[in-house]
């Protein structure tokens, strides 16, 4: 022990000796121990800083505890060992897999870092019989528990594998042996199931706020650079929660405070009567647990709650405004006490119920409330089933759903289509077949729904039905339904899906009108697909009136079955989608074509080379250009292109046809092979204009067709060939005019051949270039691309990417993986991985987008956890690009080593958290 340790150790102690209490105040310590220490110490004038560096001293060797607001406590004389934690990893360290410095028998480290800091001081502190417990970083799990078994050795030469430096080596480095090292049974996942655990969140904060050099940051992610940290006893407490196997180990080994006192957990219930008594004699047994509900709430509250249950159904969603309040209030009080709810269900060991879809804490969440009626109202209302409609918000209008999926990017349109809508309330979408109408209306809808919620919206604001001959105002507003009941015929009121869902706008809005705080509404919208199919007057019955936007909450109709008064909401839009070659817009009924505004979609053939990862910018270039690169699913679909432009110009001046009946874009998205468009067109296309045509073949050809000879019909049978791609290239290459048309052929690309070349081959031939584009598929493809070692070296960056993130397929024939993080953006990925071994960063496109709040200055100070990789540069270049971009780095996978695959992995792994922690804050 140092002479300053000594010193202030024994005037901490004499102080709390004289003043006879455990704790003391910074100030007031200062004052007492100045005499002494400017008697023991008279040539130090700065005597105080030195007392504080002692008192951390202090604190790191678990001799005292800091409290808050410069108050220390001295902790009892220590009678179990301390807990320490080893984060080292085993991947590409044979010394730690076997031999003696192998996992749990050894801990080492070099005396000072690569640039000289002392920062393994750590392994000083421990004592003989304290406890390691070892976190492999390379697989985030803690796997295994050891004891220290000597003492320091100050002259250790290092690992056999040169990992330290040559200055390291020649200084010496540290060196501890271990015994009994034991191997966990159940692995503790350290992300799962402690740091990311929301269980533990509050507990491993305060932990954090009173613990500086532990192995987690205040972001609840791990520390880079600790290597060997003390494991405080409350921490301790959380990994033996976390692992009944830990616990047992740990207690085993003479720690104090571990052993799992809680009763035997419950199996599931049966119902909430059960599940009331167990939790209640539960709670009886566990000392210190009882029912603190009512210490957050007062009687007259939950008089009130009770009675608004008891007027609410919320098995249909029926609440009134102001009852919804009181709903709110009551989910309100269960949000504020989660991490309390959770942590005495597992102390207590209470359970779920059978067939519910509530959690062991939302349980007792509802037994506490229900008893709390029961002792303010002398009855109880509340049960499982209520609670978990409240929590499914069916008192503001929502119904059994989930959050509504966002969609990656905003759709074309999107302004004129609002205006439009908020003006009018409802639009139709309205072009020939192919013009996406349906995908828009789906896609703005989402987008839409998105940025007029106050909150995340839910799937039940969304609904699609589709209109067609049979349609009717049963289905759509109500009918009368007839059951069987001991042999009378009884008759109900069936509600249709234009009535469900107003029902749940007009509980929605009326919630947002009892609020104080918010602003609208939200909306809720209907999609009706082909409603020009439907006999729209039957459909819309009485109801059509309502649609007026002036007339939206303020005018009221009777049914004519039920009798009920009936309204539409302002917070609800319909959005119709109408075929132009199914029936013209003149023949829409008048009454609602004055109540909707139309929006054209007219053919947009331009955007199609825009959907695709190709050679050639346009469809002239994809037929007449002589790369090598074009593939044949790039030729078939630049001559599909031409040869629809000219279809389009002779439709729209064919008799009887018109712009109504032209061929839309969306018939050559998404194809993946040219087998995808030849079936495009065998079976979508023709068949179309030969509908058409009614089955006057002679017409279609001389209108249409002439040029295509019989290689598409068999004019004289009038049948639709089985054509192959050749035919079909050669036929709309004539029938588009084209002029010296390149040949179909397989396109050719340089990729390695495994001997450093880069010798040109054919696409292999795979499920990959049969269209079948997913992330196995990708694996199978560098299967043949590349060498064995570089094949070992991709998938590991694949595998850690599905860890901490998720992977995306390219859509070219040369095969591509984006690797992709929620965390960071999920429309853009970190890096690319491509067939020929390339690894790129992609710094510009994340900066580029809006999807994401990540600045220059965060991916310059973030991407350098990157610099371990062996030639990892990144720097900013003002001349490129329009504002200045990033210099973006690239690697071939095949002049990486392990080290720096690792290096990637980890790097890769802490830029998603930091972005994370980043856009959160």
């Given at each position: ?8 150790r ?15 105040e ?137 990992r ?25 996942a ?10 533990f ?5 305060q ?113 009134t ?7 709110d209030?009551?989910?309100q ?31 007792l ?44 990017e ?10 439009q ?75 249709g ?51 007026e ?119 050559f ?41 019989t ?9 639709i ?95 591509s ?14 890096i ?16 580029d ?73």
């Amino acid at each position: 022990m140092s002479e300053w340790r000594e010193t202030i150790r024994a005037e901490v102690d004499l102080y709390c000796q004289q003043n006879s209490t455990q704790e003391f105040e910074l100030q007031s310590f200062l004052e007492f121990s100045r005499p002494t220490i400017r008697e023991q110490f008279p040539k130090n004038n700065n005597w105080e800083a030195a007392v504080r560096g002692t008192l951390q001293e202090l604190r790191d060797r678990d001799e005292i505890e800091f409290l808050s607001n410069g108050r220390y406590r001295v902790r009892k004389e220590k009678s179990s060992p301390s807990v320490w934690i080893e984060k080292t990893q085993v991947t590409d360290r044979p010394y730690k897999q076997d031999g003696e410095l192998q996992l749990g028998r050894a801990i080492m480290a070099p005396s000072r870092d690569t640039g000289g800091g002392k920062r393994y001081e750590a392994l000083r502190d421990a004592d003989v019989g304290d406890i390691v417990v070892h976190y492999l970083q390379d697989k985030q799990t803690i796997v295994g528990v050891s004891t220290i078994e000597s003492e320091l050795e100050e002259d250790f030469d290092g690992p056999p594998t040169g990992r330290w430096t040559e200055r390291q080596e020649q200084e010496g480095g540290y060196l501890r042996w271990l015994t009994n090292y034991q191997e966990l049974d159940s692995p503790i996942a350290i992300y799962d199931d402690i740091l990311h655990n929301p269980v533990f969140e509050d507990r491993l904060r305060q932990i954090r706020e009173e613990e500086e050099k532990i192995l987690y940051s205040k972001n609840l992610s791990i520390n880079q650079g600790h290597y060997f940290t003390r494991c405080p006893s409350d921490l301790v407490e959380i990994l033996a929660e976390a692992s009944s196997d830990l616990a047992d180990q740990l207690a085993d080994r003479g720690v104090e405070g571990v052993v799992d006192q809680s009763t035997e957990p419950a199996d599931s219930y049966d119902g909430i009567v059960s599940a009331t008594e167990d939790i209640r004699s539960r709670l009886e047994q566990q000392t210190g647990e009882q029912n603190w509900l009512g210490e957050q709430v007062a009687e007259t509250i939950v008089a009130d709650w009770t009675e608004a249950l008891r007027r609410s159904n919320l098995i249909k969603g029926k609440v009134t405004g102001a009852d919804a309040v009181k709903c709110d209030q009551i989910i309100q009080l269960y949000e504020d006490n989660t991490n309390r709810l959770a942590e005495q269900a597992a102390t207590i060991g209470s359970a779920t119920i059978q067939k519910s879809n509530l959690s062991a804490d939302q349980v007792l969440f509802t037994v506490l409330l229900r008893d709390l009626q029961e002792e303010i109202v002398g009855t109880s209302n509340m049960n499982h089933v209520k609670f978990d409609k409240l929590l499914k918000a069916v008192h503001r209008g929502a119904q059994e759903s989930e959050e509504l999926p966002s969609v990656a990017e905003q759709p074309a349109n999107t302004e004129t289509i609002t205006r439009q809508l908020q003006r009018a309330k409802q639009v139709v979408f309205y072009g020939p077949p192919g013009t996406g109408k349906t995908y828009t209306a789906r896609q703005f809808a989402r987008w839409w729904l998105h940025q007029h919620s106050p909150q995340s919206p839910t799937t039940d604001q969304l609904e699609v039905v589709t209109f067609h001959p049979s349609f009717s105002y049963e289905d759509f507003i109500e009918g009368l339904t007839a059951e069987a009941n001991d042999g009378a015929v009884e008759y109900r009121i069936e509600e249709g899906v234009f009535k469900r869902i107003c029902q749940r706008a007009q509980t929605a809005y009326d919630y947002a009108n009892q609020q104080e705080d918010t602003g609208e509404a939200p909306p809720y919208v209907l999609i009706i697909d082909e409603i020009n199919r439907g006999n729209l007057a039957q459909i819309f019955g009485e109801v059509i009136t309502l649609l007026e936007a002036d007339k939206r909450g303020n005018f009221e109709i009777e049914l004519a079955h039920s009798g009920e008064s009936f309204t539409i909401p302002p917070n609800l839009y319909v959005i119709g989608t109408m075929n132009t070659a199914d029936q013209s817009i003149a023949l829409v009924d008048t009454a609602l074509r004055r109540r909707f505004r139309f929006i054209d979609f007219p053919p947009d053939l331009d955007i199609i080379f825009q959907q695709y990862e190709t050679e050639s910018p346009d469809a002239q270039v994809a037929v007449t250009g002589h790369s090598s690169g074009i593939t044949r699913r790039e030729r078939l679909l630049g001559a599909s292109v031409l040869a629809t432009y000219e279809l389009n110009e002779r439709i729209l001046n064919a008799p009887q046809l018109g712009k109504g009946k032209q061929l839309g874009h969306t018939y050559f998205l998404n194809h993946n092979s040219s087998d995808d468009i030849v079936d495009a067109w065998r079976y979508d296309i023709l068949p179309q204009l030969e509908e058409y045509y009614f089955g006057q073949f002679d017409r279609l050809r001389d209108e249409l067709l002439n040029e295509t000879d019989t290689r598409l019909i068999d004019w004289e049978t009038e049948r639709i060939q089985s054509f192959d791609a050749q035919a079909l290239y050669s036929a709309l290459c004539d029938l588009a005019g084209a002029e010296n048309p390149a040949l179909l052929v397989d396109a050719m690309q340089a990729m390695p051949d495994g001997n450093g070349t880069g010798a040109i081959q054919r696409q292999p031939d795979d499920a990959w270039a049969a269209g079948d584009r997913t992330p196995d598929t990708f694996r199978e493809r560098i299967q043949s691309t590349l060498d064995d070692d570089s094949v070992e070296s991709m998938v590991r960056v694949l595998d850690a990417g599905e860890e901490f993130g998720f992977l995306d397929a390219g859509r070219g024939d040369g095969a591509s993986i984006m690797l992709k993080s929620d965390s960071v953006d999920p429309r853009v990925g970190i890096i690319k991985l491509s067939q020929d071994g390339k690894i790129d960063f992609r710094w510009n496109w994340l900066l580029d987008v809006d999807t994401n709040s990540l600045t220059r200055k965060f991916i310059e100070d973030a991407s350098r956890v990157f610099t371990d990789v062996s030639g990892y540069k990144h720097r900013w270049d003002p001349s490129m690009r329009e504002n200045g971009g990033f210099v973006e780095p690239r690697f071939d996978v095949g002049d990486l080593s392990d080290q720096d695959i690792t290096a990637l992995i980890e790097g890769l792994r802490s830029f998603t958290e930091r972005a994370a922690t980043f856009q959160h804050d």
